[in-house]
């Protein structure tokens, strides 16, 4: 949801809450009750903030384009040879996430090349690779610069 980073939740309908115990229901220093110590207010409201955004674009809209934009650097990328696209192309399992493994090429070397092109990437290592998101703050020419 482009929250703050290391921000999120996890929601249970009311109909699935009886259907689950919690085996974690609190983390951090012995961890804080409801009567003591310091929230990270900023990131509470960045986070609320986020949501607001994701509801006002709405999900769908919001998962159409991420889609989209991984088809688009997905279809550009097959065409630069010593890669292999291992994400999946079957549309059930695509998400806006697009990974590839270098066959030849060291990821941190190209990751350097890239840098100095300001093109930052994730490198995926153990695996020689690099993860794409094409979440919707992507546009179609960032990932031409990408791929030329």
Do not use: W
Request: glycine fraction near 8%; charge should be positive; include cysteine.
């Amino acid at each position: 949801m482009l929250g703050p980073k290391e921000t999120g939740f996890f929601y249970l309908s009311k109909k699935l809450q009886k259907h689950f115990n919690p085996v974690f229901t609190s983390k951090g220093f012995g961890s804080y009750s409801a009567s003591s110590g310091t929230r990270n207010v900023a990131q509470i409201i960045g986070l609320g903030k986020s949501i607001e955004i994701h509801n006002e674009i709405g999900p769908l809209l919001i998962e159409k384009k991420c889609l989209e934009l991984a088809d688009y650097c997905r279809e550009n990328l097959s065409s630069i040879k010593g890669i292999t696209i291992i994400s999946p192309s079957h549309y059930e399992l695509q998400t806006g996430i697009v990974s590839i493994v270098l066959e030849e090429k060291n990821n941190a070397e190209i990751s350097g090349k890239l840098k100095e092109k300001h093109i930052i990437v994730k490198t995926l290592q153990g695996v020689n690779a690099f993860r794409f998101s094409c979440h919707i703050f992507v546009s179609k020419g960032e990932i031409d610069h990408l791929v030329s």
